[in-house]
Structure formats: structure tokens, C-alpha cells
């Protein structure tokens, strides 16, 4: 199932409706590394990540797999990993999956310039759990997670952004 967000800080999916943040420069229709914009577009849902730790693996119409403290994702389009899961340590600019802070407790990872992906377009764009304020993201989207989980029990494959 595809979920819809646009502007109005929503994500709606088959009649219901959550409250989302998205990146702080809104929804972009040209994507560039670090614009704090969300890229416009279907972005499928890949799999999703989870901290095995903190709480069971969600249901989810996607494949699962859960997140280890040494997982990080690369950032850097200078480099060959470029948008792609990595083992830290690494030499390269990258995000650490394992958070203190819960926002990454459960990621999906959102297909956005991975197929291949294209040096500068943008990179780790995740549905992820929200701040407690819902703060704009750096480009993700965001939901609480009660909200996320039920989302993504509701059989959400897809996000589509615009």
C-alpha cells in the first residue's frame, strides 16, 4: 500500500491519517545532499531496521532485519559507499543507526537515488520516529511510533511525496 504526504503534515494511508514531519525545506522536486528537503516522488519502502533491543520486530509487509551498534549508513557522496548501509567504524562522513535518542528505534529505508545512486542527489532518506515536537527532519519522514508501527502493520510499502 502507498501512503500519500503532502505539505500539510500528514501521511495518509486506506482512510487514516497520522501526523508527520518531513524535512525542514518542505517537499523538493530537486533533491540535492544536506538541502534538508524531502524529495518528491514514490519512494518504496525497502525493508525496515529496528533496534531489537528496545522493542519487538514490527509487523510490516516488508523484509526486517534488526540493527546492530556498529550499523551507520554513508553520507558522504565523495565516497564509494555512497547511500548505502555500512559497518562502522569507516572512514568516510556517515550517520550512526544506533541513537541514544530513539529516532531511529525503527527505520524504513525509503528507495530515494539507490538504484544506483548518483554522487550529491541525496542520501539516507528513512521513515523514522519522530521528535516529540515533531521538529522538521533533515529530509526524512517522520512519525511517532505508535504511529509509525501502526503504519506499518497497515501493510505501507510505498510513500509517495507531493
Not at 18 to 30: K, L, T
Not at 48 to 61: G, N, Y
Not at 133 to 150: F, S
Amino acid at each position: 500500500m502507498t501512503a500519500r504526504v503532502a505539505g500539510d503534515g500528514f501521511l495518509r494511508l486506506g482512510g487514516r491519517q497520522w501526523r508527520v514531519s518531513i524535512g525542514e525545506r518542505g517537499i523538493v522536486a530537486r533533491k540535492e545532499e544536506g538541502d534538508c528537503g524531502t524529495p518528491c516522488g514514490v519512494l518504496p519502502l525497502r525493508r525496515v531496521l529496528f533496534r531489537a533491543d528496545r522493542l519487538a520486530a514490527p509487523r510490516c509487509a516488508v523484509p526486517i532485519e534488526p540493527i546492530a551498534r556498529d550499523d551507520g549508513w554513508c553520507d558522504d557522496p565523495a565516497h564509494p559507499d555512497y547511500n548505502r548501509m555500512i559497518r562502522l567504524p569507516h572512514p568516510a562522513h556517515h550517520e550512526e543507526l544506533w541513537r541514544a535518542d530513539g529516532l531511529y528505534d525503527v527505520i524504513g529505508v525509503l528507495g530515494w537515488n539507490d538504484a544506483p545512486p548518483i554522487r550529491g542527489a541525496g542520501s539516507a532518506i528513512f521513515l523514522h520516529v519522530a521528535r516529540a515536537d515533531y521538529a522538521p527532519t533533515a529530509g526524512c519522514v517522520a512519525l511517532a511510533l505508535p504511529d509509525l508501527l501502526e503504519a506499518l502493520a497497515a501493510g505501507l510499502t510505498a510513500i509517495e511525496t507531493g
